[in-house]
Structures are given as C-alpha cells and as structure tokens.
C-alpha cells in the first residue's frame, strides 16, 4: 500500500532525491505515511521491549503510571502499555486483511457488472440493499450468527464495505469501455481478455488504491467498534476496543486505561485517512484547488 | 412530479424487498439450520425438530420469505428467545430514549455544523476554516466511543458539571433528561458535524462564486444577508442530500454511544441480544434501522423539491 508510482522525472535525479520531492509535494502521504510507520514499528518491535500483555499481577491492580508500569495496570493487573502495544497487530491485521478482501469482492463484482449485462440489474439492486443496512448493525449480525474468530470478523467487517468498491469499480469500467482506445484495440484485433489486462484493468488502479486506503480506516474503525460492543475479536486477545470496554468502571481511577488504546485508535485512523486523502489528491491534482 | 414521487416510492419499495431478502437470507446461509441458532448450544435434536415445526422450516425456502415478509409487515417480528416477549413490543418499548438521543443528536449537528461550515466559507484560509479542516480530519478518525469516554472523563469525572451515565424519560422532567443527554448527543453528533460542515463549506464556496452574489453585494446586502439568504437557501441540496447520507452513521454510532453511556435504548437491546445470541431481535432491529434509513433518504429526495424550485421531475 505503501508503494507509490514515483514521477516520470526521477530518470533524471536518482530515487533518493526523487522520493524526497515526491514527499514534499505531498505531505499529506508523507504524514500518513510517518504515523503509520511508526504504529506498525511498535506492533512489530512489541515483544522486545514490553512485557507480558496477558500476564496478570494481584498485587498490582489498577495502579497508575509508574516505572514498571509506565500506563499504569487494569483491573486484572495487567500492564497496560503492553495491552495497548499487542492491540496494534490486532487492529493492522484486521484492517489490511479487511481491505484486501473487500477490495478483491469489489473488484470481482465490479468487473461481473460492469461487462456482462446479464446479472447487473439484478446485483447492482443486491448491493443497493446491503448499502441500505448501517454497517456496524450488519457487522453485528453477521458475526453473531457464525462461531466468531479472527477470520469470520475479517468477513463480517468486509461485507458491508464491498458494495461500494463494486460500485466504484463498476463506473470506471462503464466510462472506460466507451473510450476510443478501447474500441481501438478491439478493432486491431485484441481479445477480451487483453483489452481488459492492458486497458481497463489499470484505469482501475489508481481509484482503488484511494479506496483501500479509506476501506482500511473504516475496517479499523468497525473491528474496534465490534470488539468494544463484545462482538469483535474474543476478549482474551488484547484489541483496543476491547480494552476500552474494560475500562468503563475504572475511568476515574485509571484513565490511562482507556486513554492510551483511545488515542492510539485514533491516530492509527487518523494515518490511513491522511494517506488516502494525499493518494487522492496525487492521483486527482484538480482536487488540489478544491475543498 | 407526482410521477417522479411515484417511481421513487416503487424504487424505495424494492430496496427495502432487497433488505428484506438478505436479512432472511442471512440466517439461512450462514448456518446450515436457523434452529440450531436460535435453539442455542445446549439443544437437543428433539428440541430443534420442535423449532422446525413451530417456525415452518420445512417449508420450501421461497415459501418460508413469503411468510416471514407477510409477518414482518403485519408487525410481527417473531418472538425473542431469550425473554419469550414480541419483538415488536422490545423495540417500541426501547424506543424512546433512542429517539431522544437521535432527535437531539440531528438539533445539535445540524445547528453547529451549519453554523461552522458558513463560517468557514465566509473567510477561506481563515482561523474558523483551519479549524473546521482540523476538526473534520479528527472528528472521521476518533471513534465514537474515545470521543464518548474522553467527554465523560473532561465534563463529568474531572468538572462535574453534567452527570456520568443513564437516562430520565422526558415526562420525570425536561431538565434532567436534558442533562443526561447532552454528553451522549455531543459525542453522537462530532462526526456527523464533520460531515455536514465540510460539506456545507464546499457547497457555500461554490455558491458564493456566483454572480448573483456580486450583485446582491453591489447593491449593498449585508454579509449575513448575503451568507444566509442568498448562499445558504441555494446551498442547500447538497447539505440535505449529506444529512439523509450521514443517519446511517449516525444508526451505527446510537449502538455505542448507548453503551457508553449506559442508556436503556434500542442500541443496548442489540447488544444485549449479541450477548444472548437472541437472533429474532437482532433481524428486527436490522428491519427498523435500515427501513428508517431508506424512509429518512425518501423525504430528504422529496424535500428537494420543496427547497429548489429549479429542480422539476
């Protein structure tokens, strides 16, 4: 996600300094890019330098920051920064496994629609019904029919999310079927599946990309939402939402216990937002001058 | 005109067909057998061949949709499991404080948001239109529950001015259920300030590029003339198309912001029964929320008319 198409100048400057100009012109990727980055250095780098999230100590409950405990420990005694470190992976695997599978739906279902006549009215109604449902009430629902886990919740997140990326999808192969090259290439003699891989494929690529970036935060936003509520990631796994649940009785005690996973939710929000706002000003420079 | 209001009547008609069949639809895919649903982990086989018998789910699957959609629209949602009560009377019962909440939510957003979206377009680049551009940006990010959790902690751990928790009818006192409301609806209402602000600036910016507005200054109306009864009235579509668009957040937020806030309304009844596995409320509360939805984005298509003339079916 992280990998962008570096302007055609670069030849000319060498990839150091092309990436640094790139950066400066768009610092709206450059902040999301940054935030992001160092989230998924501390869920990656955790283990080394925090305890254990899981372990709980009886004599230490509910105690604020000190230099064991620099967040301070829940009800259980339990460390919360260490809590708070575990909770990143939670919420970065949730949300990059949710927006490549409402992505690759999306796309499959967008491409079904947009080319053949035969299903679309018939789909497109399908995803005007699922769109009519508030997205955190069909999570909800979907999850509580099934067992839970991880994989279900990557499912149930992704479902209410996959019809606008099929609609997404669907009017820019609708706009770029009519274009004179298409036409062109089918005339020069090019099969349906070439024209599709060399021409209309990629004209997908770039509106699709922004949209995973918003998929993404949304997908963060319901699994903490999901998992606050007790219907997201089983409580045993350290997830911010949950986390926050916990923390209801204690507010006034330890507020750290639902400030830290409070304010690093956001921010990780805050990242992905920010990169797919610069992703589509990048990609769109008429949205540069507008709001 | 009339139509125009009949195609879109026949259009809501089919979505909510459309709702109506993946929710039924829901229950039967995921799981082999509804009955061992709702009969939960401890059934017995005896116990779920009554559930077959006593739902009809023997019957073909096109025949069971045609007598689950005739109940529904009679009002009969099904009984829950877990308390053996109507559904229908669970929701209606649930209903009041969700309403309370909801109603307050839509007066706040729409006054502050209004209110900040013109002021920001009156003076582009200026100190309200950085603050909105920040706002905005925080108020997508932050999850409802942090904005909930970190009002309670500010306004009534730490200042005491208004109370942690719970809700009062509206008949024990307007006051105190006024009170108890505030945090709720101010939580409630931030992201959907966002949303309705940023889209009023762009819709005022636009606007106010017009030449009628250079005359109607030329001939000397005052700035808040110009603001409000040239550019706003105009301004309006997008800003209603927005605040019809924005509910369906605003559903999913009522479910925690009734969490945090520990208020005994329909979002609490939908936690209550993802706890109990009491799938009957969970499909009626799908039912009324997504119906209210696409009733709610009805008017606001029909109150388009009445807000600009120009637009003619």
Redesign the interface.
Known sequence: MMSVDIPADSALIGPNRALRRFLRRNRLILAGGVILIILIAMAISGPRWVGDPLAPDPFARLQGPSSVFWLGTDNLGRDILARTVYGARVSLVVGLASAIVTILAGLLIGLATGLGHRFDAVAM??M???M???????A???????RGGVNILVVAISIPQIPGVARLVRSVILTTRERPYVEAAFCAGASVVRVLRRHILPSTIAPLMVQSAYVC?NAM?IE??LS????GVPPEIPSWGNM??E??VY??IV?WM??AP??C???M??GV??LGDGLRKFFDPRERA?? | MGVYILRRLLSTI??????G???FL??HI??GDPAA?IAGDAATPQMIAEIHAKLGLDAPLPAQFAHWSMDVLHGDFGTSIFSGRPVLTLLLQRLPPTLSLSALTIVFSIVIAIGLGVAAAWRPGGGIDYFLTGFA??G???????IG??L??LFA?TLHWLPVQGYVPIHNGVLPWFTKLVLPSLTLSTGYIALIA?IT??SM?EVLSEDYIRTAAAKGASTTAILLKHALKNAGVPILTIVGIGI??L??GV??TE??FDIPGVGRL??D???N?D?PI??G??II??GA??LINLCVDLAYTLLDPQIRY
């Open positions: 109604r399908m005007d019904g699922i009519a449902i508030p997205t955190i009430l069909l909800i629902a979907l999850v509580s029919l099934t935060a936003l903490a939402g606050f509520l007790g219907a926050i649940a923390s209801r507010l006034s507020p639902a400030f409070g304010i939710l956001s921010t929000i805050l937002t920010l507008g709001r | 089919a979505v909510m067909a459309m709702v069949l993946f929710i829901l229950l995921s799981s649903i940006t925080l997508f990010s932050v999850p409802v529950f942090v959790y970190f309670v902690y751990i940023r600036r762009g910016l369906a957040g559903i999913g479910v925690i969490t945090v939908t936690v029964a993802i706890n596995r799938y969970i499909q509360v799908l929320f997504s939805y696409v």
